[in-house]
């Protein structure tokens, strides 16, 4: 299945979760870049995106409008093979809303996703060594009426 079928499929899921569908999870507290490394664990670091904030994987995350409403962040684990996608709310920080983190694994047929009603961010792990990976993160408005979307679609991060 070709990428952009997934983030058509992950389109469909999020409209699926604002028809009300997604189930609550409890709201865990990160409040900026710096706790990011807390949320993963331990041997995180934010990786290299060309395309990014600064040159990391840091992407904004905004509105059809162009508000931004958070970042979602890339994350690698060289100990463990492991990345990590977080999306970071700043925009409803605090307020339970749908928020998700997604993170495609070349070679998988569905990407990993965690998605609920979160305060302040969504996260997803998996193993992605010697694989190219691609992420995204969404942040609904506390009454669903408007989504938020930010990521990179194309493969990187390579290896």
């Known amino acids: 299945m070709k990428l952009s079928a997934r983030l058509s499929s992950l389109a469909a899921a999020t409209a699926m979760a604002t028809a009300g569908l997604a189930i609550a999870a409890p709201s865990a507290s990160a409040h900026s870049e710096s ?94 060594d010697n694989k190219c990976v691609a992420y995204s993160g969404a942040i609904a408005n506390p009454n669903n009426s408007t989504v938020a979307t930010g990521g990179r679609p194309e493969w990187g991060n390579c290896g």
């Open 35 to 128: 706790d990011l490394s807390g949320i993963c664990g331990g041997g995180y670091s934010i990786v290299s995106d060309a395309g990014g904030i600064d040159g990391k994987a840091k992407r904004p995350v905004r509105t059809p409008a162009g508000t931004r409403w958070g970042y979602v962040y890339l994350l690698y684990n060289s100990g463990n093979g492991n990345n990590c996608v977080v999306t970071l709310k700043t925009t409803f920080h605090g307020t339970p809303s749908l928020t998700n983190a997604v993170l495609w694994v070349q070679g998988r047929d569905n990407p990993y996703v965690d998605q609920g009603d979160y305060s302040h961010y969504a996260d997803v792990q998996a193993k992605g």
